[in-house]
């Protein structure tokens, strides 16, 4: 016997199960199906303007900036958010469809580059896929045109989000994420990202910056 | 590691003279609480969620196997593998296999507490590689090489300035006139030294804190953000984690998630919880080319359906430590083990048998805060309790013991004497105390008349009071 066969015959020992059992296994079937939610957070309940609002009071709570500006203005204010950190004008960024559409080249003074983040990359810029208000929390997808490493390996991280992919819940944030990547398995990597990397390892004193970005700047698209 | 438990009276007497060890962790003792309950009180569902969260689990383990079953289909299918392993040695046999496999040389980790579990540090050592730990707490402990102290915060019991110590003794190319008295600095330099284990490592292993059945995917839950770079940037990504952690879909581990970090460091959400599903998919331009799982059992498969099955619902936030008055005196190390506090006590003697662990249920004063506060409703005191009757009956318990218990269990099934001798103890109690009404000495209670007096009972026993008050409401 294998570890395998031997870890589960202990299991349904355990349960007095029955390998062949139909009725467990539907069981467990139909739960996998109907994917029930346990109870939402009532501060999540309300109009997009009231999740905005939200979602831009708990980012900010855990240590994120916020920007509300609409579409054609994303690439002056990521130009003016590097000035105003002191920071170079250089940000790397993947071929996401909803930032390649932004107008870039108004704003010459950015360099934007493509591809992964490498140990050189100073600024990051994403677009999340979707965020969830009731905590502040953007969700970001890894695929062939956002790449991961953007979210972690810089030290400054500038997320964009188009302001209606703003949900209420993990839950209705996820219903987005499953709703591109059907039928297909998810992608990769789904990180909720929560305000920038901090740790509490030295005395519970808490520090921003740790191995992730010290830095999160979100920029809520309005109209988009 | 391996377990130091039977030693855990003289660990805990040697804590608690240690002054050091007091003074951090008087500091540590109120933070945790008063922020967990701060967050507890912001979310008026929190409880209802405690409720969905145990059923959630509750419904997982009674269909455990379907679920692994389910859970392991889904890995393959997403282009991942899953290994089993009952022992820890074949889970370290495992890694080490596949590190030579890989001709891997050095592995960066996230923080795994199934890994101190199983020893792997020890073990992929043994084997010739360079293993870097990468949260903060945990690389500040292998520098020093000791275990845990706090299953959330392995360097709990440092201060400041031991990290300080640490840095300057053990980071020797860097300037020694450098400022280090900041905690920003401490990060700041431990950000540095890792960067380059990140880029070069050539195997990235994490822990997982959830695994969903319905899409193969391990969670990670994180504020550093190391987790993310040790399983993004080496081109194999290993998680050690065990059985237990599956819940069948995203919507059970959401309710999880929203009570985890509330319970653990009073956040919202941790900064980064991170859904992983198998390898870097073709065109992926960053992620890593294979993902394995490792799924342990060590012991657990055999707490489901028994007494203890409750104990496989934990989520290892460390609520029941933070507020354990025994924990907060002796600290994490004194367990002798990697799980210490009420958990520890709940767990341990499953995992490296009753023998090894048999002080720590004992090491509860049953008042009951880490039932009150477990997000997940594990009854920890009534699993200590079968633990100590198990003690009994194994005859492990000191003679003493036993014959105290025996003693007593005479007395108790039989009334007469057990009034008559009740009655003659406190008589006897009342004059050796005289007036003073409180006992400084006495013979076979040295353990509490060496800390406080004994008060001398007073009065007559409850039983005449009883019987007497029942007389009375009757006439």
């Known amino acids: 016997m294998t570890a395998r066969e031997n870890i589960l015959a202990r299991v349904r020992e355990g349960l007095a199960a029955h390998p062949a059992d139909d009725l467990r296994r539907a069981r467990i079937e139909e739960r996998l199906r109907a994917r029930g939610r346990g109870p939402a957070p009532a501060r999540a309940s309300g109009d997009q303007e009231h999740l905005r609002a939200l979602f831009t009071e708990m980012a900010r709570e855990a240590g994120a900036t916020i920007d509300t500006v609409c579409a054609g203005e994303v690439p002056q204010r990521i130009a003016a958010f590097l000035r105003a950190c002191n920071l170079g004008p250089e940000i790397r960024t993947g071929h996401d469809p909803f930032l390649k559409g932004l107008a870039w080249q108004r704003v010459p003074e950015l360099a ?37 490493t953007l979210n972690f390996l810089p030290e400054t991280h500038i997320a964009v989000i188009p302001a209606s992919r703003i949900k209420a819940t993990y839950e209705d944030a996820w219903d987005l994420v499953r709703r591109a990547h059907r039928p297909a398995t998810l992608p990769r990597t789904v990180n909720f990202v929560t305000g920038p990397s901090r740790t509490a390892d030295i005395e519970q004193t808490l520090l921003v910056g740790a191995h992730g970005p010290g830095r999160l700047h979100v920029i809520v698209v309005t109209g988009a | 590691m391996r377990p130091s438990s039977t030693n855990f009276r003289a660990n805990a007497r040697a804590a608690i003279a240690d002054r050091h060890l007091q003074q ?18 912001r979310l008026p569902e929190f409880d209802r969620l405690r409720d969905e969260a145990k059923a959630i689990k509750d419904h997982t383990l009674a269909h455990l196997d379907l679920y692994l079953e389910h859970y392991e289909a889904r890995v393959h299918a997403s282009g991942g593998t899953v290994h089993w392993a009952e022992t820890p040695q074949e889970a370290c046999a495992i890694v080490v296999a596949i590190a030579r496999d890989k001709g891997a040389r050095t592995i960066t980790k996230g923080k795994s507490m199934v890994s101190e579990e199983i020893d792997l540090n020890r073990h992929l050592e043994d084997a010739g590689l360079r293993v870097v730990e990468t949260d903060l707490g945990e690389y500040i402990i292998q520098l020093r090489g000791e275990p845990p102290s706090h299953i959330i915060a392995p360097a709990a019991h440092l201060s400041k300035s031991d990290v300080e110590a640490l840095f300057r003794d053990r980071h020797l190319d860097l300037d020694p006139g450098r400022a280090l008295d900041e905690p920003a ?32 995917s391990s969670v990670i839950v994180t504020n550093e953000g190391n987790g993310d770079l040790t399983q993004t940037l080496p081109p194999v990504h290993i998680v050690i984690t065990a059985i237990e952690k599956l819940v069948p879909t995203f919507e059970d581990a959401a309710t999880i998630l929203r009570i985890l970090a509330r319970s653990a460091t009073g956040q919202e959400l941790s900064v980064y919880t991170t859904f992983s599903t198998g390898p870097r998919r073709p065109g992926d331009p960053d992620g890593p080319d294979e993902y394995h799982v490792l799924l342990l059992d060590n012991g657990r498969s055999s707490l489901v359906g028994s007494e203890f099955q409750d104990v496989l619902r934990c989520i290892r936030c460390g609520a029941c430590m933070n507020h354990c008055p025994v924990y907060q005196v002796v600290g994490g190390h004194a367990y002798g083990w990697v799980y210490p506090g009420p958990i520890g006590a709940a767990l341990d003697p ?21 039932e009150e506060v477990c997000p997940m409703r594990i009854p920890l005191p009534k699993l200590m309790r079968h633990w100590r009757e198990r003690e009994f009956e194994a005859g492990i318990a000191p003679r003493t013991h036993r014959f105290g218990v025996r003693l007593w269990a005479w007395f108790a099934r039989r009334p007469a004497w057990y009034r008559t001798a009740a009655e003659l103890a406190a008589r006897t109690l009342r004059f050796l105390a005289r007036r003073r009404g409180r006992l400084r000495r006495l013979p076979l209670a040295g353990g509490w008349t060496r800390h406080r007096d004994l008060p001398a009972p007073e009065g007559r026993t409850f039983q005449a009071l009883w019987r007497e008050r029942h007389k009375t409401v009757r006439r």
């Open chain 2, 24 to 41: 951090v962790l008087d500091q540590a003792r109120t933070g945790f609480v008063s922020r967990r309950a701060a967050a507890v009180g």
């Open chain 1, 112 to 148: 934007v580059s493509r591809g992964a983040a490498d140990a050189a990359t100073a600024t990051g810029v994403s677009a999340a896929a979707a965020a969830a208000a009731e905590t502040g929390t953007l969700v970001f997808t890894s695929g062939a045109d956002n790449p991961t």
């Open chain 2, 185 to 216: 600095a401490l990060v700041a330099e431990a950000r540095t030294q890792l960067r380059r284990d990140f880029l070069t490592a050539d195997i990235g292993i994490t822990g997982a804190n959830l695994l969903i059945a319905e899409t193969g």
């Open chain 2, 350 to 370: 499953a995992l490296i048998g009753l023998r090894e662990a048999r002080h720590l249920p004992n090491a509860s004063s049953f008042c009951g805060r880490c």
